[in-house]
């Protein structure tokens, strides 16, 4: 066998392939062994017919196609391993020749990762929000444990903002009553927000056994986003109340003996939630800026699998799961298809940079992953897709994920070595030193962010 490269773009290349007849003669014995099982001729065992009889009875063109599907696999694969090829996607196959007892040529064009350049990026510098926590962000922090303690008890009043009220619901569009548009006994706490709009005003001043109409659009459901007639019965209405907020309380509410001893534990948790975002908001910074640094060419072919799967995925599954369609959520957003489709497009693109980028790092810099690693990695997808370690783990394997999974950890892992050579500074003009702890963990996930692959994996292993 012998082939040529023809490079036609950055990304894209041409195989010219030609194959000795005599190279073929595995595949043609295999053609002739599978139509030996599939046929039957008067006169011939079944599996022993003679190959000149298959030739005269069935064409030798048939046998010659057969064979030279079963080959045409092994050669291409033969011309990339020579040529040191990566490959994305699939081939467009050509046979531009065939003659029986002579040779076989063809093309075959295919997509290939680009050649990448990495450029110096010790020079990165980037700004963060400073980690600052008010006492006014103390304050809501422990009047929302308050919030959770609070006692109710009924009353018989007229319903008030902050009560708990009981509720029966029917929903009517064009008059008709929705099938799934009735419920009874709902709990709601006016002023929350958590149901319709416009439910507030029309719960407020009822007593038990009262009601009232009111429109609203619909948020889910058969007929999420239509305008609904909604009828409002309530059946209890109860106060709630709050502990009184003293060293009783946070001895209930936590293993703390004063309330002082409570607040400085809240203020602790709030500081590491902002170092833990002021973390993640520099590793996808440092990463925009690295991306600005590399001049990336991008697949056509590449891109476009990669815009259409973003759309599937966000058509039949989180917007699914919303009761909407992309109309409806294009109009909630104040979107234009347009704008919509450049969106997605930039978000593909740099998707795919930065995967590009970070596989040249990690050959680069010679980055492994290790068991611990791709352990942990694990234990936190499976926590977002909402399945336990173990069936995700099983999910993974049986859907040869590991790879992918690796290449994940490897990444974040590549990013993380940029982000440590880099200069991060707060708000405040102070250099911020990022905890090594966790940082190749959350630069995973910025990368994850990046690429747009923590939901949809997560979705694949539930739907698997």
């Known amino acids: 066998m012998k082939s040529a490269v023809e490079t036609l773009n950055p990304t894209r290349v041409r195989l010219t392939v030609e194959v000795p007849f005599e190279e073929l003669k595995d595949s043609l014995d295999a053609a002739y062994k599978k139509i030996n099982q599939q046929v039957t001729v008067k006169g011939f065992r079944k599996g022993k017919i003679p190959a000149r009889v298959i030739d005269q009875r069935f064409g030798r063109g048939a046998v010659l196609e057969e064979a030279v599907n079963d080959a045409l696999p092994k050669f291409y694969t033969e011309a990339v391993n020579e040529a040191e090829l990566n490959v994305l996607g699939q081939p467009e196959v050509d046979i531009t020749e065939l003659k029986d007892g002579e040779t076989l040529n063809f ?106 109409t009111f429109t609203s659009e619909l948020k889910g459901g058969s007929a999420a986003g239509k305008e609904a007639e909604v009828t409002v019965k309530v059946t209890q209405v109860a106060a709630r109340e709050l502990p009184e907020l003293d060293d009783e309380f946070a001895q209930l509410a936590s293993e703390f003996d004063t309330l002082d001893e409570l607040k400085a534990d809240s203020r602790k948790r709030l500081e590491n939630m902002k170092q833990y975002d002021q973390a993640t908001q520099a590793q996808e910074r440092v990463l925009e800026k690295l991306l600005e640094l590399v001049e990336v060419p991008v697949p056509e072919k590449l891109l476009e699998d990669e815009i259409n799967t973003r759309k599937h995925n966000l058509e039949h ?148």
């Not at 700004?127 to 006014?136: M, P, T």
């Not at 103390?138 to 708990?164: C, I, M, N, Y």
């Not at 990690?362 to 352990?375: P, W």
């Not at 370690?389 to 099983?394: L, S, V």
């Open 107 to 212: 093309t075959a064009e295919v997509d290939i990762r680009p050649t990448i350049e990495i450029p110096d990026y010790s020079g990165i510098e980037v700004e963060v929000d400073a980690v600052e926590v008010s006492d006014e962000d103390v304050e809501k922090s422990v009047e929302q444990l308050r919030e959770r303690f609070a006692s109710t008890s009924p009353v018989e009043r007229a319903a008030e903002d902050g009560d708990v009220v009981t509720l029966d619901l029917q929903a009517k569009v064009e008059g008709e009553v929705l099938e799934d548009g009735v419920a009874e006994g709902v709990s709601y706490t006016i002023g929350s927000g958590e149901l319709l709009d416009g439910i507030d005003d029309a719960v407020k001043g009822l007593e038990a056994g009262t009601e009232a």
């Open 317 to 464: 599954h989180q917007l699914g799961q919303m009761g909407l369609d992309l109309e409806k959520y294009l109009e909630i957003q104040g979107k234009t298809v347009e704008e919509f489709d450049a969106e997605t497009k930039e978000a593909a693109v740099k998707g795919i940079k930065t995967q590009f980028v970070l596989d040249e790092l990690v050959k680069q810099e010679k980055l492994n992953v290790n068991q611990e690693e791709l352990t942990e990695h694990l234990m936190r997808r499976a926590a977002s897709s909402g399945m336990s370690p173990d069936q995700f783990a099983q999910a993974v394997v049986e859907g040869g994920q590991v790879p992918l999974l690796v290449g994940e950890v490897a990444r974040g892992k590549a990013l993380a070595v940029v982000v440590e050579k880099a200069t991060v500074k707060d708000t405040n003009g102070e250099v911020i030193d990022l905890d090594d702890e966790d940082e190749v963990e959350q630069a995973t996930e910025a990368v994850e962010a990046a690429e747009g692959t923590a939901d949809e994996a997560a979705e694949e292993k539930t739907e698997g």
